[in-house]
């Protein structure tokens, strides 16, 4: 039985890949290179840094240069542009109906986190998270997992994470707990779940009590 769920933030809680994608398009655009867009959220999907790094090598650029140019856009983004994916509230408010805790670990800082959180009214779906603020190891580390279940003494076998990254499966199963992949199958994990959208996750998880 799935009581508790240990959730991603970026391309899982939050629909961010269309703003990260526009923003690093724009940067490039600014030092004179066109990528198309579904190729940088494949990129951006792996991770920031990998992305940056993607295009540093296929645009012959200065990885910090890019940074400094995606950042100064995606400033510009706010909260309203990367909403929660549909579905997404009705399974927080389902885990804490049904006595189980929404816990978030996270790359993302936790400014920007709360911003997001508060934009959209779900602070009060979440016991807490852990984000790059805290330094843990990052992802595919189990660290962060593992000072999650402590804290808030949940019981791995009791506990799902959710992440769209084969780094957030990775280290879901290195922290012994089960794992569900929201979106496209990956080659380099092989989650306990994998769905499409979250009223697939929902009905499993009706099931699973």
Not at 52 to 78: H, M, N
Not at 148 to 162: D, G, M, Q, R, Y
Not at 175 to 201: R, S
Request: glycine share 6%; net charge negative.
């Amino acid at each position: 039985m799935i009581r508790n769920i240990i959730w991603d933030v970026d391309g899982t809680l939050f629909d961010t890949y269309p703003s990260f994608s526009t923003s690093f398009q724009l940067a490039l655009k600014d030092l004179g290179c066109d990528v198309p867009l579904d190729w940088i959220k494949q990129q951006a999907r792996i991770s920031i840094d990998f992305c940056v790094k993607a295009l540093a090598d296929r645009c012959q650029l200065d990885e910090d240069l890019i940074g400094e140019k995606f950042d100064f856009y995606y400033s510009s983004s706010t909260a309203l542009d990367q909403p929660p994916f549909e579905g997404v509230i009705k399974i927080c408010i389902f885990i804490k109906e049904t006595g189980g805790e929404n816990l978030i670990v996270t790359h993302r800082r936790e400014t920007g986190l709360i911003e997001l959180l508060d934009t959209f009214n779900m602070n009060q779906y979440f016991s807490g998270w852990t984000t790059a603020d805290d330094s843990y190891k990052r992802k595919p580390d189990p660290e962060a997992f593992l000072v999650t279940l402590a804290k808030h003494k949940l019981a791995p076998i009791e506990t799902l994470t959710v992440g769209d990254r084969t780094i957030d499966i990775l280290a879901g199963q290195a922290a012994g707990i089960k794992t569900c992949l929201f979106g496209d199958t990956l080659p380099t994990c092989q989650p306990d779940l994998i769905v499409q959208n979250y009223a697939q996750l929902f009905e499993w998880l009706e099931k699973s009590k």
